[in-house]
C-alpha cells in the first residue's frame, strides 16, 4: 500500500466508503480545506456539492456534514464543485477540480476501462490496485491550489431544512413527503407510481 497510514482521518474514509480510491482523495482535500479556510465542522457548516462521486462520503467524514442534518446538499449538475458555507458568517468558499483523474494518469484511466469492460488479467487488476493506491497518495500529498481551483465566493444560505408530513400514495400504499407527492384525478401518488402512470 502507498498510503501513509498515519492519516488516521483518511482511513476513516476509507473504513466509511469501503476502499481506496482517487474519489475519496479529492473529497478528503476538499473538506480539509473547507475545514482550514472557514475554521468550522458539522452543525455550522452547509455543504452544496455538484456530483455524486466517491468525493462526497469523504466530505461527509471529513466535515460532519449529512442529508440527515440538512447541512449537506447534492445539485446533480457531474461537476467535481464542493461549495462550504459558514452558516454564522455567511463566508463561503468554492473549490472546483483543476484536472480530471484521466488527464493526470491516462494509464490509469485505460486499465480501468479493462477492469470494467471484464477483460482485464490478473496482472492489469494487480497493476490497478497499485496505481489506485498510488494516485490516491499524490492526491493526498498535492498542494491544495494545484489540485483545485480555490475561490471565495457570496452565496444566499438556503432556507432551514423543513419537516413534511407523509401520506400514503394511493397506488402502493408506501408512505411519501406530502411535498413530494403528486395529485392525478384526485388520487395521491408517489413520484414512481406518478411516472409509470405517464407511460400509460
Known amino acids: 500500500m502507498f498510503l501513509n497510514t498515519k492519516n488516521r482521518k483518511f482511513l476513516d474514509v476509507v473504513k466509511f ?3 481506496i480510491c ?3 482523495a479529492i473529497g478528503y ?3 480539509k480545506i473547507a475545514i482550514k479556510q472557514l475554521n468550522i ?3 455550522k457548516l452547509l455543504t452544496i456539492v455538484e456530483n455524486d462521486s466517491c468525493s462526497i462520503d469523504a466530505v461527509q467524514v471529513i466535515t460532519g456534514c449529512t442529508f440527515g442534518k440538512g447541512n449537506l446538499i447534492f445539485k446533480d449538475h457531474g461537476k467535481h464543485v464542493y461549495t462550504f458555507i459558514n452558516k454564522n458568517t455567511g463566508d ?4 472546483s477540480l483543476n484536472k480530471n483523474i484521466d488527464e493526470m494518469y491516462p494509464e490509469f484511466d485505460m486499465l480501468r476501462d479493462k477492469i470494467f469492460s471484464g477483460s482485464a488479467s490478473s496482472k492489469d487488476k494487480m497493476e490497478f490496485e497499485n496505481q489506485k493506491n498510488e494516485i490516491t497518495q499524490k492526491i493526498l500529498d498535492m498542494p491544495y491550489d ?3 481551483n480555490i475561490k471565495t465566493t457570496e452565496i444566499e444560505i438556503p432556507d432551514k431544512i423543513q419537516m413534511f408530513q407523509s401520506v400514503k400514495c394511493d397506488i402502493c400504499g408506501e408512505l411519501v413527503a406530502v411535498h413530494r407527492a403528486r395529485i392525478k384525478k384526485g388520487s395521491v401518488m408517489c413520484i414512481p407510481c406518478f411516472d409509470e402512470y405517464l407511460k400509460t
Open 92 to 95: 463561503a468558499v468554492r473549490l
Open 17 to 19: 466508503h469501503g476502499h
Open 41 to 43: 465542522t458539522d452543525e
Open 29 to 31: 482535500m476538499a473538506g
Open 146 to 148: 494545484e489540485l483545485f
Open 22 to 24: 482517487p474519489g475519496t
